[in-house]
């Protein structure tokens, strides 16, 4: 779904992308005010079925905008109503790489369907949650696009089974 975002021509090469925390359900009121102060800022969004109030889809990673700006100069960022702070190793703001921004752009201007989902990774452990193998633990062995591989283990020994990836919800196991 296309979001409100300055789009300019001419990149100053001092400025890159972050992540903008907000308080919970501000991420529209914070783009607005970000944008409002001349910033680049995105908010990302996906259609879902929703009230009619909510319009413009949800947001596809709530609590967060992304803002292009010189983090030297930072403040006017933090000064708006609604922000809590940028996503940062203590004090230092992390800059989001160009490459996977210009990635999540693409996805989520499509027409295909997209949807939030866990972050995943080769030996989370995980438990099927919806379809024939409801229940089932195992760990992920590996991801690709639109199918992860999961690994129950039986008797000392291992099966492996394609799961639809929305099927799995990250536990709290201890990978083997």
Not at 110 to 131: Q, W, Y
């Amino acid at each position: 779904m296309n979001c409100p975002y300055k789009n300019s021509d001419s990149v100053d090469v001092s400025e890159q992308w972050f992540a903008v925390r907000t308080r919970s359900n501000r991420e529209a009121t914070v783009t607005t005010a970000l944008a409002g102060k001349g910033l680049d800022v995105w908010f990302p969004r996906y259609s879902a079925p929703r009230p009619r109030s909510e319009a413009s889809g949800k947001a596809a990673f709530p609590g967060y905008v992304f803002c292009r700006l010189d983090v030297t100069r930072r403040m006017p960022v933090l000064t708006t109503p609604g922000v809590v702070g940028f996503v940062s190793s203590g004090r230092n703001p992390l800059a989001i790489d160009q490459s996977e921004i210009t990635s999540l752009r693409l996805v989520m201007e499509s027409l295909l369907p997209v949807r939030p989902h866990p972050f995943l990774n080769a030996g989370d452990a995980v438990k099927i949650s919806e379809g024939p193998l409801t229940g089932a633990e195992g760990y992920v062995v590996r991801s690709n696009v639109d199918r992860l591989v999961v690994c129950i283990t039986l008797l000392q020994r291992s099966v492996c089974v394609a799961v639809e990836s929305h099927w799995l919800k990250r536990t709290n196991r201890i990978a083997a």
